[in-house]
């Protein structure tokens, strides 16, 4: 079984601190996708990432699949409330297709205003 | 387009009885998948499709069958219902883009089980 280690688990910050939420495996992923979940909502693709080393901006979000395709990061700039929600990282099974995802158990932020 | 449909919304069951978890999407997407997501442990993967007619296990099939009898649905049926299988259950598809696709998630079942 490939795991996915998120951390942290929970992370409570103040409007326009950053902040840098890890996603870890000892396996190799052949992509790596975040998603972001609202309460009583599925969750929302981000983005996906399929090269070692691929740097993707969204905005004030900056995401990371390191060189050796095992883990992954996800920084956010200046913290909005808005960016309240639950953030999974979800790796892809090698031979390509993303129907078969391994996900993180999740880190649960909160921008408090 | 409706996206990726789920229904019910809640449902609650009484331990050994049956029920069907309805999911239907309307973006001809070849691939479908259930998940099921408890407090703390992420989504896990129950079952999953590549297209009409083919099904295969994912990491927690006990108790549950599929079958996807058409491209647009993929019920989830649970045989027996048991505490254990009180969930969240996310239906998912998507099409296949070599490695980048998008998974577009339905909104999810509340399946209470006493």
């Known amino acids: 079984t490939q795991l996915l280690e998120q951390s942290p688990q929970f992370l409570s910050i103040q409007e326009g601190e950053n902040l840098t939420v890890y996603c870890n495996s000892s396996?190799?992923?052949?992509?790596l996708q975040w998603y972001r979940q609202e309460p009583g909502e599925g969750p929302v693709l981000l983005v996906t990432v399929v090269t070692g080393g691929e740097v993707k901006k969204l905005k004030r979000l900056t995401f990371q699949f390191g060189d050796a395709r095992k883990d992954s990061s996800l920084h956010i700039t200046a913290a909005q409330p808005g960016d309240t929600g639950l953030y999974l990282c979800a790796g892809g099974r090698s031979g390509g297709s993303n129907y078969k995802l391994t996900f993180g158990k999740g880190t649960l932020l909160t921008v408090n205003p | 387009n409706a996206g990726v449909t789920q229904t019910p919304k809640f449902q609650v069951l009484k331990t050994g009885q049956s029920m069907t978890l309805q999911c239907a999407q309307d973006m001809n997407h070849e691939y479908m998948s259930w998940y099921r997501q408890d407090p703390g442990m992420g989504l896990r993967l129950i079952h999953y499709s590549v297209g009409a007619g083919i099904t295969d296990q994912g990491e927690v099939p006990n108790g549950y069958n599929v079958s996807r009898s058409t491209t647009e649905d993929f019920p989830l049926r649970l045989l027996s219902a048991a505490p254990s299988q009180t969930s969240v259950y996310f239906c998912a598809s998507s099409s296949p883009r070599g490695g980048r696709e998008t998974q577009y998630f339905g909104p999810g079942t509340r399946l209470l089980v006493l």
């Open positions: 396996s190799v992923f052949s992509s």
